[in-house]
């Protein structure tokens, strides 16, 4: 199976799912393995973060494109993933997708009941609330100002896309049950790809790993909180929060570098946080990756940490292509969501969607 997900920490999550039910993965960053169809074929699932969420609908499409034509003809077992909150190039991308492989239609679930995200009536809820009454009113990128996903995805019938209602993970094992075809193309979130797994029966006899292995006790360790939805963690670690002038570009990055290397240095950990949300905008939300991803690259350069923990796709994918990490090695899943990897230098990479909550990773560290 192919998952091609529009971020890295989407990708992870995928998987970490895989990983769970016994699969063996392969996790490529930036399409670095998308020439390899041979690697394809001996991995049970292969998982592709392209990042499409943070490029313009062109470059997306673009890109979708371009990674199915050098995957055809492994792409008779796809899966797209898509982010839980709406976020993304998701019509554009999903009927790229279907032109390339000849998927006659998609069902587009991005509901994920397990973590209190619904569909009912249409209509997207986060914990009982529309989700544009939430803190996703303020993505820098893909704001929801609708919670109905019609009006959200206008031109999702046209283009022949499903967006079926699903209060609980048994409305999304029937709705995968009841479209199982290869005319159908499934994409949305981990409920969803948990739910095609159980139904294409790819779970191994050789049974799940373990969620967690053994308590790392490395103190060197960098934190990136990069993500607007971010609620930053009490680890104890000394904090280096952006100065409101690198936020709001009237400040060049060069004495923050300075100050967080000597912090670094003298504690050995670092957390670093972006306190300010007055921005909104797509320049914006680069410019924040991009600076956060240059601060991390500056930092690993001079000493790398045990641990890179990154909360925020974007931030991930933009700081991982700085480091020149194209391909991680699968660990082991610490929570739904937050996956521990392994880069080519030997640290150890943590990534967790930035609305999703650490689960064990306090207890963890």
Same mark, same amino acid.
């Given at each position: 199976? =192919?998952?091609?997900?529009?971020?890295?920490?989407?990708?992870?999550?995928?998987?970490?799912?895989?990983?769970?039910?016994?699969?063996?993965?392969?996790?490529? #960053?930036?399409?670095?393995?998308?020439?390899?169809?041979?690697?394809?074929?001996?991995?049970?699932?292969?998982? =592709?973060? @392209?990042?499409?969420?943070?490029?313009?609908?062109?470059?997306?499409?673009?890109?979708?494109?371009?990674?199915?034509?050098? +995957?055809?003809?492994?792409?008779?077992? *796809?899966?797209?993933?898509?982010?839980?909150? +709406?976020?993304?190039?998701?019509?554009?991308?999903?009927?790229?997708?279907?032109? !390339?492989?000849?998927? /006659? %239609?998609?069902? &587009? +679930?991005?509901?994920?009941?397990?973590?209190?995200? #619904?569909?009912?009536?249409?209509?997207? $809820?986060?914990?009982?609330?529309? =989700?544009?009454?939430?803190?996703?009113?303020?993505?820098?990128?893909?704001?929801?100002?609708?919670?109905?996903?019609?009006?959200?995805?206008?031109?999702?019938?046209?283009?022949?896309?499903?967006?079926?209602?699903?209060?609980?993970?048994?409305?999304?094992? /029937?709705?995968? @049950?009841?479209?199982?075809?290869?005319? @159908?193309?499934?994409?949305?979130?981990?409920? *969803?790809?948990?739910?095609?797994?159980?139904?294409?029966?790819? %779970?191994?006899?050789?049974?799940?790993?373990?969620?967690?292995?053994?308590?790392?006790?490395?103190?060197?360790?960098?934190?990136?909180?990069?993500?607007?939805?971010?609620?930053?963690?009490?680890?104890?670690?000394?904090?280096?929060?952006?100065? *409101?002038?690198?936020?709001?570009?009237?400040?060049?990055?060069?004495?923050?570098?300075?100050?967080?290397?000597? $912090? &670094?240095?003298?504690?050995?950990?670092?957390?670093?946080?972006?306190?300010?949300?007055?921005?909104?905008?797509?320049?914006?939300?680069?410019? +924040?990756?991009?600076?956060?991803?240059?601060?991390?690259?500056?930092?690993? !350069?001079?000493?790398?940490? /045990?641990?890179?923990?990154?909360?925020?796709?974007?931030?991930?994918? !933009?700081?991982? /292509?700085?480091?020149?990490?194209?391909?991680?090695?699968?660990?082991?899943?610490?929570?739904?969501?937050?996956?521990?990897?392994?880069?080519?230098?030997?640290?150890?990479?943590?990534?967790?969607?930035?609305?999703?909550?650490?689960?064990?990773?306090?207890?963890?560290?």
């Amino acid at each position: 199976m =192919i998952v091609i997900a529009d971020d890295i920490t989407g990708a992870a999550e995928m998987a970490g799912i895989a990983h769970q039910h016994g699969l063996s993965v392969r996790l490529s #960053i930036a399409g670095s393995l998308c020439c390899d169809r041979g690697a394809a074929e001996r991995t049970d699932v292969l998982v =592709i973060a @392209t990042d499409t969420r943070s490029m313009t609908e062109e470059e997306a499409v673009n890109e979708t494109l371009r990674i199915t034509s050098h +995957l055809s003809p492994l792409t008779s077992h *796809l899966f797209k993933k898509t982010d839980s909150a +709406l976020r993304g190039h998701v019509v554009a991308e999903l009927s790229a997708l279907m032109q !390339a492989t000849g998927y /006659q %239609r998609a069902v &587009y +679930l991005p509901a994920n009941p397990s973590k209190g995200r #619904i569909i009912r009536n249409g209509c997207y $809820l986060i914990d009982g609330k529309p =989700i544009h009454e939430t803190a996703f009113s303020y993505d820098p990128e893909f704001p929801a100002k609708t919670s109905v996903l019609k009006e959200r995805f206008p031109d999702a019938e046209a283009h022949h896309i499903l967006m079926p209602d699903a209060e609980t993970t048994a409305d999304i094992q /029937q709705i995968v @049950t009841a479209n199982n075809n290869p005319d @159908t193309l499934m994409a949305g979130a981990a409920d *969803l790809f948990e739910a095609v797994l159980k139904t294409r029966e790819t %779970r191994k006899t050789r049974g799940t790993r373990n969620t967690r292995n053994t308590r790392d006790t490395r103190k060197s360790t960098l934190f990136l909180c990069g993500s607007t939805q971010s609620k930053p963690l009490d680890l104890g670690f000394p904090v280096t929060p952006m100065p *409101l002038a690198i936020y709001d570009g009237s400040e060049d990055i060069a004495p923050w570098l300075k100050e967080a290397e000597k $912090l &670094y240095e003298q504690q050995g950990s670092l957390m670093i946080t972006i306190p300010h949300h007055h921005r909104t905008g797509k320049e914006v939300a680069i410019h +924040l990756r991009e600076t956060t991803a240059r601060l991390i690259q500056h930092l690993v !350069a001079k000493r790398a940490p /045990q641990q890179l923990i990154i909360e925020g796709g974007a931030s991930a994918f !933009a700081t991982l /292509q700085h480091l020149g990490w194209n391909e991680l090695e699968m660990v082991c899943q610490i929570a739904p969501g937050v996956i521990k990897t392994k880069a080519p230098n030997g640290t150890f990479v943590i990534m967790k969607p930035g609305s999703y909550p650490w689960g064990h990773l306090t207890s963890y560290l």
